[in-house]
T-cell receptor, first 114, second 113 residues
Framework: EAQVTQNPRYLITVTGKKLTVTCSQN?????MSWYRQDPGLGLRQIYY???????DKGDVPEGYKVSRKEKRNFPLILESPSPNQTSLYFC?????????????FGDGTRLSIL | AQSVTQLGSHVSVSEGALVLLRCNYS??????LFWYVQYPNQGLQLLLK??????LVKGINGFEAEFKKSETSFHLTKPSAHMSDAAEYFC???????????FGTGTSLTVIP
């Protein structure tokens, strides 16, 4: 089954404790992206990747890191999480980068930073 | 940068009534346009996308959207609402030649029995 898999689905942690949210897709997609969803703000793009070893900042990259060492994986790293990063996070992928290819979304990761 | 406006963060309709969810984009050059639906505790699913082949785009679950360049709009409609349509709906755009996606703030649809 074609899917984007995020782990964990839920995480409660404390300020400053490094965490990683994993994202994996099995569709051989070139483009992968991370979003955060906040009430009243919709989805905002954090980082995106056009292909292996190619990453770019989205609209809200501060406090986040990403890497793309393999085509299927695109982890999101919070090296020193803060309460304002409490949010619902989505990973998405699509084929062939730019264009009108729609994105396929994971089920989301709800992070609470205390 | 591109911006996407969804007027009405909450819309309520009666079962069987017309659904109209509004989306406007800001760029002078028409971008790629998408509508997604999000059910509770789930990720986003594609409803439809505009491909420039036709201004009226049909999607899944009976939804359709009409692209109007003069109004920079891509409103989503469904002739007859069903209880299962209750969800959050997002309009999204991507500039032609660009790599970023921009989402609207979403519209929560409630269907009243």
């Amino acid at each position: 089954e074609a899917q984007v898999t995020q782990n964990p689905r839920y995480l409660i942690t404390v300020t400053g404790k490094k965490l990683t949210v994993t994202c994996s897709q099995n569709m051989n997609h070139e483009y992968m992206s991370w979003y955060r969803q906040d009430p009243g703000l919709g989805l905002r793009q954090i980082y995106y990747s056009m292909n292996v070893e190619v990453t770019d900042k989205g609209d809200v990259p501060e406090g986040y890191k990403v890497s793309r060492k393999e085509k299927r994986n695109f982890p999101l790293i919070l090296e020193s999480p803060s309460p304002n990063q409490t949010s619902l996070y989505f990973c998405a992928s699509s084929p062939r980068g730019p264009g009108n290819q729609p994105q396929h979304f994971g089920d989301g990761t709800r992070l609470s930073i205390l | 940068a591109q911006s996407v406006t969804q007027l009405g963060s909450h819309v309520s309709v009666s079962e069987g009534a017309l659904v109209l969810l509004r989306c406007n984009y800001s760029s002078s050059v028409p971008p790629y346009l998408f509508w997604y639906v999000q059910y509770p505790n789930q990720g986003l699913q594609l409803l439809l996308k505009y491909t420039s082949a036709a201004t009226l785009v049909k999607g899944i679950n009976g939804f359709e959207a009409e692209f109007k360049k003069s109004e920079t709009s891509f409103h989503l409609t469904k002739p007859s609402a069903h209880m299962s349509d209750a969800a959050e709906y997002f309009c999204a755009v991507k500039d032609r030649g660009g790599n970023q996606f921009y989402f609207g703030t979403g519209t929560s649809l409630t269907v009243i029995p």
